[in-house]
Every structure is written in structure tokens, then in C-alpha cells.
């Protein structure tokens, strides 16, 4: 787990991250992410937008449990750490 992610912190360093640390397994919501890498949801969901634009972003829907008990459907998130190089290098 990263400590903190600093504002300077880019796609190229996650993704560099990813790859050399373990990778979360499965797909999750932004607030998780922001959880795993201790930043701002705020920060999570900027790298999330620019991980989608370069392509390295899966996204489908993941259940997960609401305030009231009810589980719902929600989007989740997974970062293409295989496939990616090329697109986030040539992005940046």
C-alpha cells in the first residue's frame, strides 16, 4: 500500500506501482480505491477519469452492501496492468 499519494502522483506511477507491488485482485468502487492507496476520493476519481481515457481502465458492477443493509449493484473498477504499457507511455 502506498503510505500517501502525492498531488505529483500520475497514471504512469500507479500503473508502474501495480506492476512492481501486488495488485488488488477483482474490481472496486473509488472509494475503496482511495482507501487501498490512503488519497483523497477526490485524486482516486481524476486518475480513474485519466485511466479511462488512455484505456487501462475495466469497468463493470460489483455488489456491494448499503447503509440500510441492502445490497446493490454499483460500478467498479479494475486497472489493465497487463495490457496497459503502451497506452498510458504513449498518453504521457
Same mark, same amino acid.
Given at each position: 500500500?502506498?503510505?500517501?499519494?502525492?498531488?505529483?502522483?500520475?497514471?504512469?506511477? !500507479?500503473?508502474?506501482?501495480?506492476?512492481?507491488? =501486488?495488485?488488488?485482485? +477483482?474490481?472496486? %468502487? @473509488?472509494?475503496?480505491?482511495?482507501?487501498?492507496?490512503?488519497?483523497?476520493?477526490?485524486?482516486?476519481?481524476?486518475?480513474?477519469?485519466?485511466?479511462?481515457?488512455?484505456?487501462? !481502465?475495466?469497468?463493470?458492477?460489483?455488489?456491494? =452492501?448499503?447503509?440500510? +443493509?441492502?445490497? %446493490? @449493484?454499483?460500478?467498479?473498477?479494475?486497472?489493465?496492468?497487463?495490457?496497459?504499457?503502451?497506452?498510458?507511455?504513449?498518453?504521457?
Amino acid at each position: 500500500m502506498i503510505k500517501s499519494i502525492p498531488a505529483s502522483f500520475t497514471l504512469n506511477d !500507479l500503473m508502474a506501482y501495480l506492476r512492481d507491488g =501486488e495488485s488488488p485482485e +477483482g474490481f472496486y %468502487t @473509488p472509494t475503496e480505491w482511495a482507501d487501498h492507496f490512503e488519497c483523497p476520493r477526490r485524486q482516486m476519481l481524476e486518475l480513474l477519469h485519466e485511466a479511462k481515457d488512455a484505456g487501462v !481502465l475495466e469497468i463493470s458492477r460489483v455488489t456491494r =452492501e448499503r447503509l440500510d +443493509g441492502i445490497m %446493490t @449493484p454499483v460500478p467498479g473498477y479494475r486497472f489493465d496492468v497487463e495490457g496497459g504499457d503502451e497506452n498510458v507511455q504513449a498518453d504521457h
